[in-house]
């Protein structure tokens, strides 16, 4: 019970504890207004222009936080806090998704890797729950080494995934801030503001990383034990 402690349900409690701290930044810079006065999707509109960047769109999104860029229809999403706000939240927000779109336009090497990435473990992430539980033995009593290597080996690509994407969205953030302080969208104090807010979200994906860094070392110990049985 101890190593499964340590491997797997800390990593559970400290993205619940990094989780409920980026809600909480959020929600206390969404009070404050920008003093430039725009909205999300006039501060994402204007750096992509400024970027020299004319054809992504900026459209709203559905849900809570679920701002994103997308590279396959160019278009940056943004939550209807973000769109239609005009907080330091919302342009924090926004600005960092737009580094996404600039990434992209200026072929960032991470994120080519990671947008190749993807198709992979969607198809691994799926394939891989099951050929670890069958590796450890629920479905085969006392389990089979081979669907275990085979099962690691598919959920290391999403442990890859997500330290690959650790740079793609710290360069986001630097991208975002280094534009709005340069334009000067924000002042030092709301400069300060956004990039704690973006802190915060930029510190969800680490333990993401974390998390998974832990079930993959969790499932090779357990095939390295089972190996030397």
Known sequence: ?????????????????????????????????????????????????????????????????????????????????????RSISSAAVAAHECGHAVQHATAYTMLQLRSKLVPIVQVSTTLAQWVLLAGIGLFFGRGNQTLLLIGIVLFATSTLFSLITLPVEYDASNRALKWMEATHLTGRNEHDKAADALKWAARTYVVAAIASLANLAYYVMIFLNRRDD
Do not use: C, W
């Open 1 to 85: 019970m101890g190593t499964y402690l340590l491997f797997l349900i800390l990593p559970m409690l400290l993205g619940f504890v990094v989780s409920s701290r980026l809600k909480s930044k959020f929600h206390e810079y969404a009070q404050i207004p920008l003093d430039a006065g725009l909205s999300g999707k006039e501060v994402a509109e204007r750096m992509l222009r400024e970027n020299g960047i004319y054809d992504v769109q900026v459209v709203a999104a559905d849900g809570f936080l679920s701002d994103h860029y997308n590279p396959a229809t160019k278009t940056v999403n943004l939550s209807p806090d973000v769109y239609s706000g």
